[in-house]
């Protein structure tokens, strides 16, 4: 069965400077989330998208903004990166992410370093 | 606030013998649970979820879970464990007053299985 699928799987980057994460939910998945992990860490929501609009906003810096297409991919764009935004970012997708009884399936994240 | 805890850093079982990983919840509404097990660099996957109906839940690899609402918990059980248990279990919960959306972690716990 067709998973989420994020690219890249590794990055690394320098302080200040931007990084692009992007997410292809599971085939007729309409729903977003992303998360972040940081090392020894349990996963933390950032933002989710439900039919291309945003549905909740969760402890995503202001300096982090994120999208999803009308293929319904998504993309998390990080600007002036810090070195504490190193972590494991993860996306997962569902089908119907309104009701809360949907299941979220996770990618297999994409870890960035900032150095 | 909604929150997770999983009182346990680290569980050790020998192969064969049951296994339990403990979860409590601390909610307003009725909570929507789950669990997930991450292996190394690798993302989460999806175990199990309570919804509503039967407190007992199987699902995924042999795991099942109760959800016992007295006593606010969802521990996730195996009759019989095996070494390829061992990885890292999330237990989350999604509530109304959460905005359905997000999934709320617990801290994990480091399961390992000992031959």
């Known amino acids: 069965a067709a998973g989420v699928i994020q690219s890249p799987r590794h990055l690394i980057k320098e302080k200040r400077e931007t990084a692009t994460l992007k997410c292809y939910p599971i085939?007729?998945?309409?729903?977003v989330y992303w998360y972040q992990q940081g090392p020894g860490q349990d996963p933390q929501f950032l933002i989710s998208?439900?039919?291309?609009?945003?549905?909740d906003k969760g402890s995503i810096p202001d300096r982090f903004s994120a999208q999803q297409f009308s293929d319904y991919h998504s993309e998390l764009n990080m600007s002036s990166l810090e070195l504490g935004d190193s972590a494991l970012y993860f996306c997962?997708?569902?089908?119907?992410?309104?009701?809360?009884?949907?299941?979220?399936?996770f990618g297999p994240g994409t870890r960035l370093t900032v150095l | 606030a909604q929150s997770v805890a999983q009182p346990e850093d680290q569980v050790n079982v020998a192969e064969g013998n049951p296994l339990t990983v403990k979860c409590t919840y601390s909610?307003?509404?009725?909570?929507?649970l789950f669990w997930y097990v991450q292996y190394p660099n690798r993302g989460l996957q999806f175990l199990l979820k309570?919804?509503?109906?039967?407190?007992l839940v199987k699902g995924s690899y042999g795991f099942e879970a109760e959800f016992n609402k007295s006593q606010t918990s969802f521990h996730l059980k195996k009759p019989s464990a095996l070494v390829s248990d061992s990885a890292l279990y999330f237990c989350a919960v999604r509530t109304r007053s959460g905005g359905y959306n997000k999934l709320i972690f617990g801290a994990g716990t480091r399961l390992a299985v000992h031959p």
């Open positions: 309570y919804i509503t109906g039967d407190n």
């Open positions: 909610v307003s509404g009725n909570p929507y």
């Open positions: 085939p007729r998945h309409d729903t």
């Open positions: 997962a997708s569902s089908l119907g992410g309104q009701q809360g009884t949907d299941t979220q399936y």
């Open positions: 998208f439900y039919e291309k609009m945003q549905s």
